[in-house]
């Protein structure tokens, strides 16, 4: 038998052996062994020296060999079942006071609350002195004129200068007595509506004095409009003063054309003292 062969027998019977002679709980310390290079027998010694030259070969058994290469890592072992719940730690310090925030929104405007009683009425003043005399009072006549729808071969209209009319037939039929407080006369405008052309119309005041009832224009109460295709015009001036002679009083429109004025609508104020 080859030694080697021997060798390898004896070998494997002896780590077999030690197992079951060397306590799995020994020290970790070597074993010497001297294997038969004939017949491959094994037979335990304290040290190599103990074996026979040429006849036997020492083996050292339970000796640390060199360290091998690292496994391959295994497989992830499965989810471990969930621990039970732990013990509640210990309440921690007070925190430090956090900064102050900013203030927040306006809030909304509350509902109205109900109205109060009506409380007690108060005492009567003490009465206050006596005003000054008033002024004289004066009055202010009014009127408003329509004109006709067609006028021609006219020069002009009379009407009356309170209330509503039409043109008069006469100068003395236009006339109105003059109010009592009417003795100083002031002011005198007229307004014209509609008037369809450009004709100038110029209004006069007409008088009727004590003596005889004749008729009197007064030119210096003149005031001219002209007609602006519709849109309103008017004029004003100041009355001639002293009303003291006169009795009655009216107005009249002349015009520079009979086609302007056709269907207009005049508003006329007479004021005085």
């Not at 197992?19 to 062994?33: C, G, K, M, N, R």
């Not at 005003?131 to 202010?140: D, M, R, V």
């Not at 003149?222 to 309103?232: E, R």
Request: charged share 5%; net charge neutral.
């Amino acid at each position: 038998m080859p030694l080697s062969r021997l060798f390898a027998s004896g070998l494997c019977l002896g780590i077999a052996l030690s197992a079951f002679l060397v306590p799995q709980h020994a020290a970790a310390a070597s074993i010497t062994a001297c294997v038969s290079n004939q017949n491959g027998a094994v037979r335990f010694v304290a040290s190599p020296s103990s074996c026979t030259p040429g006849l036997e070969s020492s083996v050292l058994l339970n000796t640390s060999g060199n360290t091998g290469s690292t496994g391959a890592t295994g497989a992830t072992g499965p989810q471990g079942a969930t621990g039970p719940a732990g013990l509640n730690g210990a309440t921690g310090a007070t925190g430090i006071a956090g900064a102050t925030g900013s203030t927040g929104a306006t809030g909304l405007t509350g509902t109205t609350g109900r109205t109060g009683a009506t409380g007690n009425a108060g005492l009567d003043g003490a009465t206050g002195p006596t005003g000054a005399t008033g002024a004289t009072g004066g009055a202010t006549l009014l009127g408003n004129e329509q004109l006709p729808a067609t006028i021609s071969g006219l020069s002009g209209f009379e009407f009356s200068p309170i209330g509503t009319n039409s043109p008069a037939t006469s100068a003395a039929a236009a006339l109105v007595p003059l109010p009592n407080a009417c003795s100083t006369a002031q002011t005198f405008s007229a307004t014209v509506l509609n008037a369809p052309g450009n004709t100038t119309g110029t209004f006069y005041l007409l008088v009727a004095e004590n003596n005889g009832g004749s008729v009197a224009y007064g030119s210096a109460g003149a005031c001219t409009v002209t007609g602006n295709k519709g849109k309103i015009v008017s004029c004003s001036a100041t009355l001639p003063g002293n009303l003291a002679s006169v009795n009655a009083i009216g107005l009249g429109i002349y015009f520079t054309a009979d086609d302007g004025f056709q269907g207009a609508t005049v508003l006329t104020s007479i004021t005085c003292q």
